[in-house]
């Protein structure tokens, strides 16, 4: 049998940025090129960009192992990301036929997208839409999301890098609240983000340690939030201590599942998802807690601090997100389509973890949330296992590239006017 000629590999990438999904483009790369394809192209701002037409060569601007390097350590979505829904099938086929056209004129053989949740359904389509129409292009993901909840896989990477950041300003906002001296007590409440998922939140707990007590509280999105038991707990603490810190998800919603941050705001942004823009819940309970309580508060929220933070990046992370980069090339390369690249952890002392494909039908549009028994029975913290589980992902450190005192990004003059 005549083996088909290899032509060329598109990756994109797809939903909030992290400071390892650049380390996953580089996997991909090198793995395509190493493997005998012709170009490998970047799709600009994911398969919204790709409709336009909009793409770029990637050997023009990865054109040494110094770049591939610099890349891995390069935060936010190197190549613009998206939040675009492609429609059902059956509702606008023209869509899918104008993106397989330019799929065709490009000659893909592998279609790669980094992503978390929104972006498998996006694989999940296009798989779907291949097979429907008979094309061989085969379409595999790359996982990719800071709130760690995709479905069958271990963890996400972007997930460590994030969990690392919190754990250390958390660590480091309850060492400032200790230097200043407050009449009436003081309540710190850190935003943290997540949606419908407590893995970030959970992770402020890393800060507690021989040296530090960690956060007085922890509140998960998995746990109704009641705010009459969270005001008492606020005014228990304050008796015995003179400043408080309490974690929060930016997700917490009370017992009818209306978002605490909802509860001070009419106007609401929603994506093309669904998915509303969820911010202010810390301000909003600060507010609160200083007219229950008569003390000083200060609200906090990481926000995008926590996805772009490079220079506080886990080893462990950034490996992994090199590697299912790779894997998810590798995988497309020998014939697999609609599936995603999925992390297995095989042990945690010492920690190993492993690469499988699963079927992207499985993962899409679902949501994996931290488990009941990995939370406190009264809903304030997170147990020894969740300790356990997340530690393994911080080790490690990627030194950036520094010139000049500070960190060096993969650029290239000119491109940002495209992005």
Known sequence: MVQKKKRNVIVGQSGGPTAAINSSLAGVYRTAIDRGYNKVYGMIHGVQGLME???????????????????????????????????????SKEIYEKIFDILAKLEIDCFIYIGGNDSMDTIKKLSDYAIISGSDIRFVGCP????????????????????KYIGTSVKEIIR?????????????????????????????????????DGPDAIYLPEIPFDMDAFIKKI????????????????????????YVSD????????????????????????????????????????STLQRAASHCASRVDILEAYEVGGAAMKAADEGDSGKMVVLERLSDDPYQAGTEVKDVHKIANDERTVPREWISKDGTYVTNEFITYVRPLIQGDVGPIMVDGIPRHLYRPGFQDIL
Not at 151 to 158: E, I, K, R, S, V
Not at 186 to 208: C, D, F, P, S, Y
Not at 235 to 258: M, P, W, Y
């Open 176 to 212: 400032d609240s200790w230097s200043l001296e407050t009449s009436h007590g003081q309540v710190i409440i850190v935003e943290v983000m997540g949606r419908n998922a407590g893995w970030l939140t959970g992770a402020t707990a890393l800060a507690k340690g021989e040296d530090c």
């Open 53 to 91: 037409g909009r793409y770029v060569d990637l050997s023009d601007h990865i054109q040494s192992g110094l770049d591939i390097e610099l890349l891995k350590r390069t935060p936010s979505a190197y190549l613009g990301s998206c939040r675009y829904k492609l429609p059902e099938i059956f509702e």
């Open 235 to 258: 005014k228990a603490l304050l008796k015995t201590k003179a400043s408080i810190v309490i974690a929060v998800s930016e997700g917490i919603r009370t017992k009818d599942g209306k």
């Open 263 to 302: 509860m001070d705001k009419s106007v609401e942004y929603v994506d093309a998802f669904g998915h509303k823009q969820l911010t202010g819940t810390a301000r909003y309970l600060c507010n609160i807690v200083s007219a229950e309580c008569g003390c000083k508060t200060r609200a906090i929220e990481l």
């Open 144 to 163: 990719k999301t800071i709130d760690n909840d995709l479905a069958l896989t271990d963890h996400t990477p972007g997930y460590g890098s994030a969990a």
